[in-house]
């Protein structure tokens, strides 16, 4: 089991930025994947980006690129989120994930973490 906390949630304005931090803990030796997602009101939870462990590969989605930033720190187990320029339409639960490999979904998931932008 893999255990996800994330933190840094909370209210800013539009055009500021965010910090969001997930600490892996358990058999994290396992995962290879560690991934972003969020889900506003109302609507399916989203990709927001995706980082490996080991080569630090970063992927996002079209609607964060260039805004966000995705990286990690090994030796801690913990991976971040840098959100710059947000804009209202980013105001979601957060959520951080994990997953095996690319051959398996996200399995192990935080509780959450709440964005809120505005305007």
């Known amino acids: 089991q893999v255990q996800l906390v994330e933190s840094g949630g909370g209210l800013v304005q539009a055009g500021g930025s965010l910090r969001l931090s997930c600490a892996a803990s358990?058999?994290?030796?396992?995962?290879?994947?560690m991934g972003w997602f969020r889900q506003a009101p109302g609507k399916d939870r989203e990709f927001v980006s995706s980082?490996?462990?080991?080569?630090?590969?970063?992927y996002y989605a079209d609607s964060v690129k260039g805004r966000f930033t995705i990286s990690r720190d090994n030796a801690k187990n913990t991976v971040f989120l840098q959100m710059n320029g947000l804009k209202p339409e980013d105001t979601a639960v957060y959520y951080c994930?994990?997953?095996?490999?690319?051959?398996?979904?996200?399995?192990?998931w935080g509780q959450g973490t709440q964005v809120t932008v505005s305007s």
């Open positions: 994930a994990a997953r095996r490999s690319v051959h398996h979904d996200y399995e192990y």
């Open positions: 358990g058999r994290t030796f396992g995962v290879s994947f």
């Open positions: 980082i490996t462990w080991s080569g630090g590969s970063a």
